[in-house]
């Protein structure tokens, strides 16, 4: 079972930067697409941003030239440097992953990481 533990998430004053960090682990298999959803509070949960397999990256406009999203395949991780954050950046922070497992493809969630921005 392929499992996915974010951290970084905390509280920053606005104009502050923060780093997330989602690691997938347990087995076998291949990322497809990976990327970032977040969550505020009575919001439905939204894209942040998206990296295919081939470096392709897919930003929600919100976040465009703040929010920069990589992967280290060698380490099965993704990353999202988040800069000049805004309050309204606050939200729960989720990982998710397309994975392929023994030839099948599976949709992967993490369990998301805080994020709190001060005005």
């Known amino acids: 079972q392929v499992q996915l533990v974010e951290s970084g998430g905390g509280l920053v004053q606005a104009g502050g930067s923060l780093r997330l960090s989602c690691v997938a682990s347990?087995?076998?298999?291949?990322?497809?697409?990976i990327g970032w959803y977040r969550q505020a509070p009575g919001k439905q949960r939204e894209l942040v941003a998206n990296i295919n397999s081939g470096g392709n990256t897919d930003y929600a406009d919100s976040v465009k030239g703040r929010f920069t999203i990589s992967r280290d395949n060698a380490k099965n991780t993704v990353y999202l440097q988040m800069n000049s954050l805004k309050p309204e950046d606050t939200a729960v922070y989720y990982c998710?992953?397309?994975?392929?497992?023994?030839?099948?493809?599976?949709?992967?969630w993490g369990r998301g990481t805080q994020v709190t921005v001060s005005s």
């Open positions: 998710n992953a397309v994975v392929t497992v023994n030839w099948e493809l599976g949709d992967y």
């Open positions: 347990g087995g076998r298999f291949t990322i497809n697409d």
